[in-house]
């Protein structure tokens, strides 16, 4: 089967999922500017290839949190997978392990941990909120070490949920059949209750997420598990090394899919900054509309170690659960191993600053 284009998956899933379920996916916070600054900032950077290399072997392979995988690139967390395919998250798991690269599971999965472990063929990390419950949020940690989770990424840019206007427009809630499995259902319950005027998603996040936690709080979840922990959410070059210095083994830079702050800097646009400030230290994600091979290169020379990918895995399971996302993923690690190629970089090792060209902030 040939690989579409990306823009086709797109337009396969908005016209397959309920507008309200679209709204969810694709809409951002505020004036949503932050959805196509986040692009805008990746086409603005250009790079710079060199000729006359031996690229007739290019090896994508690298090691992400201590595991070797066939690309730098990963999925991002991404809540409710149900809500664009009946098999959700493990048939997402399915086209991770197919295409070689770690799938960030969300708390808020609509399939069991277990289900994503046994159909999973590569690493899993487990996304988390820091919940009001210490407990529920401990068990679940507990839950990720008995079905092999390789890390924790903590989510940190969310002490409250922005105001998204589609889904408040929508008073948009989790649809019946659908539910956070991994999670007590108790402390679910406002999720699941559409109201007219409101986010159900949004109620839910001001009873749970605890707002008050702060950077000696991670002492008590490292304390309590062996699996690395990583940080979803910083933009800032402070932020980061306050993470290296609290014991983080990675960052992720990302403004959440520009679904947080409004206005807050590209994620593309903070990564060179990040990653100067730990100089190797700890290990550099970044997410935030990556969609072609050339972004993942681009990651790679300003300093990433692997960029992860969210809303086209989404797009392939809508369009035909894991046998699309499977060409969504394994499309762009073909891709990545192409403009290697082209850009005279043998292995993901010899990508550099040297190799881009970033123009001044507007």
């Not at 086709?8 to 396969?12: G, T």
């Not at 500017?33 to 805008?40: E, G, L, P, T, V």
């Not at 419950?133 to 990424?153: G, H, S, T």
């Given at each position: 089967m040939s690989r579409p284009a990306l823009h086709?998956?797109?337009?396969?899933a908005r016209a397959r999922l309920s507008s309200h379920v679209w709204d969810f996916i694709a809409g951002g916070s505020g004036t949503e500017?932050?959805?196509?600054?986040?692009?805008?900032t990746l086409d603005r950077i250009r790079l710079r290839p060199r000729v006359l290399r031996d690229v007739s072997r290019v090896d994508t392979g690298t090691t992400l949190l201590g595991d070797q995988v066939r690309a730098p690139v990963g999925i991002a967390p991404m809540a409710y997978h149900q809500l664009v395919h009946p098999e959700g998250e493990v048939a997402a798991a399915r086209a991770a392990g197919k295409a070689g690269v770690p799938l960030t599971v969300s708390m808020f999965?609509?399939?069991t941990l277990a289900d994503i472990a046994a159909a999973a063929t590569g690493p899993l990390w487990l996304q988390l909120y820091w919940?009001?419950?210490?407990?529920?949020?401990?068990?679940?940690?507990?839950?990720?070490?008995?079905?092999?989770?390789?890390?924790?990424?903590?989510?940190?840019?969310a002490p409250r949920m922005a105001r998204r206007p589609k889904d408040v427009r929508n008073g948009f809630a989790i649809?019946?059949?659908i539910r956070a499995v991994n999670i007590d259902e108790t402390l679910m319950s406002a999720s699941y209750g559409g109201q007219a005027g409101e986010s159900a998603v949004a109620r839910h996040a001001r009873e749970?997420?605890?707002?008050?936690?702060?950077?000696?709080?991670?002492?008590?979840?490292?304390?309590?598990?062996?699996?690395?922990?990583?940080?979803?959410?910083?933009l800032t070059a402070e932020d980061a090394l306050l993470a290296a210095d609290h014991g983080v083994h990675a960052v992720i830079v990302s403004n959440h899919g520009g679904r947080q702050l409004d206005f807050a800097q590209p994620a593309f646009?903070?990564?060179?900054?990040?990653?100067?400030a730990l100089d190797g230290r700890i290990q550099v994600f970044v997410d935030g509309s990556v969609r072609y091979g050339t972004d993942v290169v681009k990651a790679l020379c300003l300093g990433a170690d692997a960029a992860l990918l969210g809303r086209p895995v989404l797009w392939g399971l809508a369009e035909s659960g894991d046998e699309g996302a499977s060409l969504v993923l394994g499309g762009l690690v073909e891709e990545v191993e192409e403009a290697m190629a082209l850009m005279g970089a043998s292995e993901v090792g010899s990508l550099s600053r040297a190799g881009v060209v970033c123009p001044r902030a507007e």
């Open positions: 086709e998956f797109e337009q396969a500017s932050m959805i196509s600054a986040n692009r805008h999965a609509s399939r919940l009001r419950r210490r407990d529920a949020l401990l068990d679940l940690v507990r839950r990720a070490e008995e079905a092999e989770f390789r890390a924790l990424v903590l989510t940190v840019d649809p019946d059949g749970q997420f605890d707002a008050s936690i702060g950077w000696s709080d991670l002492a008590w979840l490292r304390e309590r598990t062996s699996l690395p922990l990583v940080l979803k959410g910083i646009a903070a990564l060179a900054e990040v990653a100067d």
